[in-house]
C-alpha cells in the first residue's frame, strides 16, 4: 500500500479532565453547601432559645434586685456558689461532696430503679396486652396502684428494707413501672392483624413471634412508655432523697434549705433540669436508632 492511499484522520484535541465535585472533599462546593446549611440550622435553633434565656436572666435580674426580694438575682446566685459552680468534682468528708457526686448517686439509684421497671414493666406489659384473661385480672389493680403517689410508697418501703438506699431505689421502680407497663401493653393489643396472619402462614413458633413480630411492632409505644419512667423516675428519686439523706441531689437541696443557701439551691436545681434533660434525649435516641425512627425523639 502506498502512502498516498492513506488516509489520515485528523485526531482530537485532548480534552481536559472533567472537574469531579467530590461531596463531604475539605474545600469543595459540596461541603460548604452542607456546612452552610448545618450553620444556618443551628442558628435557626440557637437564636430563639438564646434570646429567650437572655429575657428571662434580665427579667429575673430586675425583680429579684430589690434588697428586699427574698431570692437571690443571678449576679448574687454566681457571687455566692461560685465555689460550688467551678469545683463539681470537691470530694469531702460525709455529704460533703461536689454537685457532681451528688448527682452520680442519685443516678446509680435512679439507673438500678429503672432498670428493674423496664424489665418487670415490659414483660407485665405483654403478658396484659397479649393475655384478655390477665387483661381483667391485673389491670384494675395497675390501675389503682399508678394513682398512688411515689413519696406514699416510701414508708412502706423503709419499714421493708430498713434502709434508705433500698428504700429510694424501690421507690424508683414503683413510679416508673406504670407508664411501661400500660404503653407496652396498648402497643402489644395494637398489632396489626396482618402481622398476626404473616406469622401464622410462616409458622412461627412463640419466640420467633415475639422476636420478630410482636416487640418491633410494639417497640415505638414501648419506647414513649421508657421516655416518660425515666421523667418520672428523675422527679421521685430527688423528692426521695429529702426524706432518706445521705449522698444524693434531693439531699443536698434539702441541706441547702436547712442551711439557708438559696443560691446553692438554684444551681442544684439547674443541674437537676439539664440532668433531667439529658436522660430524656438518652432514651429518645436509643428508642429512635432501635426502632429506626419510629419513635418520636
Given at each position: 500500500?502506498?502512502?498516498?492511499?492513506?488516509?489520515?484522520?485528523p485526531?482530537?484535541?485532548?480534552?481536559?479532565?472533567?472537574?469531579?465535585?467530590?461531596?463531604?472533599?475539605?474545600?469543595?462546593p459540596?461541603?460548604?453547601?452542607?456546612?452552610a446549611?448545618l450553620a444556618?440550622?443551628t442558628?435557626?435553633?440557637?437564636?430563639?432559645?438564646?434570646?429567650?434565656?437572655s429575657?428571662?436572666?434580665?427579667a429575673?435580674?430586675?425583680i429579684c434586685?430589690?434588697?428586699?426580694?427574698?431570692?437571690?438575682?443571678?449576679?448574687?446566685?454566681?457571687?455566692?456558689?461560685?465555689?460550688?459552680i467551678?469545683?463539681?468534682f470537691?470530694?469531702?468528708?460525709?455529704?460533703?461532696?461536689?454537685?457532681f457526686?451528688?448527682v452520680?448517686?442519685?443516678?446509680?439509684?435512679?439507673?438500678?430503679g429503672?432498670?428493674?421497671?423496664?424489665?418487670?414493666?415490659?414483660?407485665?406489659?405483654?403478658?396484659?396486652?397479649?393475655?384478655?384473661?390477665?387483661m381483667?385480672?391485673l389491670?384494675p389493680?395497675?390501675?389503682?396502684l399508678?394513682t398512688?403517689?411515689?413519696?406514699?410508697?416510701?414508708?412502706?418501703?423503709?419499714?421493708?428494707?430498713?434502709?434508705g438506699?433500698?428504700?429510694?431505689?424501690?421507690?424508683?421502680?414503683?413510679?416508673?413501672?406504670?407508664?411501661?407497663i400500660?404503653?407496652?401493653a396498648?402497643?402489644?393489643?395494637n398489632?396489626?392483624?396482618?402481622?398476626?396472619n404473616?406469622?401464622?402462614?410462616?409458622?412461627?413458633?412463640?419466640f420467633?413471634?415475639f422476636?420478630?413480630?410482636?416487640?418491633?411492632a410494639?417497640?415505638?409505644?414501648i419506647f414513649?412508655g421508657?421516655?416518660?419512667?425515666?421523667?418520672?423516675?428523675?422527679l421521685?428519686i430527688?423528692?426521695?432523697e429529702m426524706?432518706?439523706g445521705?449522698?444524693?441531689?434531693?439531699?443536698?437541696?434539702?441541706?441547702?434549705?436547712?442551711?439557708?443557701?438559696?443560691?446553692?439551691?438554684?444551681?442544684a436545681?439547674?443541674?437537676?433540669?439539664?440532668?433531667?434533660?439529658?436522660l430524656?434525649?438518652?432514651?429518645?435516641l436509643?428508642?429512635?436508632?432501635?426502632?429506626?425512627?419510629?419513635?418520636?425523639?
Amino acid at each position: 500500500m502506498s502512502v498516498t492511499n492513506l488516509q489520515l484522520k485528523p485526531q482530537a484535541a485532548p480534552q481536559p479532565p472533567a472537574q469531579v465535585i467530590a461531596l463531604g472533599h475539605p474545600g469543595r462546593p459540596g461541603t460548604d453547601s452542607r456546612l452552610a446549611r448545618l450553620a444556618a440550622q443551628t442558628v435557626t435553633n440557637l437564636v430563639p432559645l438564646l434570646v429567650t434565656l437572655s429575657i428571662f436572666l434580665l427579667a429575673w435580674q430586675l425583680i429579684c434586685s430589690s434588697p428586699a426580694s427574698s431570692l437571690p438575682a443571678p449576679t448574687r446566685v454566681l457571687e455566692e456558689s461560685w465555689d460550688l459552680i467551678v469545683h463539681p468534682f470537691y470530694t469531702g468528708q460525709g455529704v460533703d461532696q461536689g454537685l457532681f457526686w451528688h448527682v452520680f448517686a442519685s443516678l446509680q439509684r435512679v439507673a438500678l430503679g429503672y432498670a428493674m421497671a423496664a424489665v418487670v414493666g415490659i414483660a407485665l406489659g405483654v403478658l396484659v396486652g397479649q393475655s384478655a384473661l390477665a387483661m381483667r385480672g391485673l389491670d384494675p389493680i395497675f390501675q389503682v396502684l399508678r394513682t398512688v403517689p411515689p413519696l406514699a410508697w416510701l414508708p412502706l418501703s423503709l419499714a421493708a428494707f430498713q434502709d434508705g438506699n433500698p428504700s429510694a431505689i424501690f421507690v424508683i421502680f414503683i413510679t416508673a413501672i406504670w407508664p411501661i407497663i400500660i404503653n407496652t401493653a396498648v402497643g402489644i393489643r395494637n398489632i396489626p392483624q396482618d402481622y398476626q396472619n404473616v406469622a401464622k402462614v410462616l409458622r412461627l413458633n412463640g419466640f420467633e413471634y415475639f422476636g420478630k413480630i410482636m416487640l418491633p411492632a410494639a417497640a415505638p409505644y414501648i419506647f414513649t412508655g421508657l421516655r416518660i419512667g425515666i421523667g418520672l423516675s428523675w422527679l421521685a428519686i430527688v423528692a426521695a432523697e429529702m426524706l432518706i439523706g445521705g449522698v444524693g441531689i434531693g439531699f443536698f437541696i434539702w441541706d441547702a434549705w436547712n442551711s439557708s443557701l438559696i443560691s446553692d439551691i438554684i444551681v442544684a436545681l439547674i443541674y437537676v433540669g439539664i440532668v433531667g434533660f439529658l436522660l430524656d434525649r438518652l432514651i429518645a435516641l436509643i428508642g429512635r436508632a432501635i426502632t429506626r425512627g419510629t419513635a418520636n425523639a
